[in-house]
């Protein structure tokens, strides 16, 4: 449309026929420079503002992921130094409970040695004392059966107790000092036999 008013108004002039007159070129320019200007003063800092504070916004995302970053890896060695800490207590706790175990059955094994010992001791006592009392018996038996077998030889009663006694007595301690001969048993029968 420009163009056609152009060349209505200057037929022979062609290479005018396509800029606009000046005083819209004049009055376009003062427009662009008007918000240029209003655009540069409130717009553009609004714009920065906005792009700075988009930029620190950011940087702190960045530096958040960095600090997540390091208290990840911080967490991990922490985490990392109490599983060796626990598995040294649980060693340690092991090797209290073995050493006191072995201490137990140790103790346990002693008083085990002590109590048999004691048995042992006991047992033996009671066989001294019963092979006393049979000893004991056995000589009262044989003093019996000597005298009985005095007074069929003799073929009267001994009444001196006194003297039985000690001709008895006398009797077992040599019997008693007397080597074991293998035919004693033999001989024992006989007389058990004789006294019958």
Do not use: C
């Not at 240029?36 to 792009?51: E, I, N, T």
């Not at 003093?143 to 006694?165: K, N, P």
Request: proline share 2%; net charge negative.
């Amino acid at each position: 449309m420009l163009s056609l008013a152009a060349e209505g108004g200057h037929a022979g002039d062609s290479e005018f026929s396509l800029l606009p007159p000046a005083y819209e070129i004049f009055w376009a320019a003062i427009v662009l420079l008007l918000i240029l200007l209003v655009v540069g003063r409130y717009a553009l800092p609004r714009l920065y503002a906005v792009l700075d504070e988009r930029a620190q916004r950011i940087q702190e995302g960045l530096d958040l992921a960095d600090k997540a970053k390091q208290d990840q890896a911080d967490a991990e060695k922490r985490a990392a130094r109490l599983v060796d800490e626990a598995r040294r207590e649980a060693a340690r706790i092991r090797d209290n409970a073995q050493g006191e175990a072995k201490e137990i059955v140790a103790k346990a094994r002693n008083d085990a040695q002590v109590e048999a010992a004691g048995i042992i001791e006991g047992a033996q006592r009671q066989i001294l004392a019963e092979k006393q009392a049979a000893q004991i018996s056995l000589r009262t038996d044989v003093g019996m059966l000597a005298s009985t077998l005095a007074e069929r030889i003799v073929g009267e009663h001994l009444s001196d107790t006194a003297l039985s006694e000690r001709v008895i007595d006398r009797f077992l301690d040599e019997l008693e000092t007397m080597e074991p001969v293998e035919g004693l048993d033999a001989g024992v029968g006989s007389t058990a036999e004789a006294t019958r």
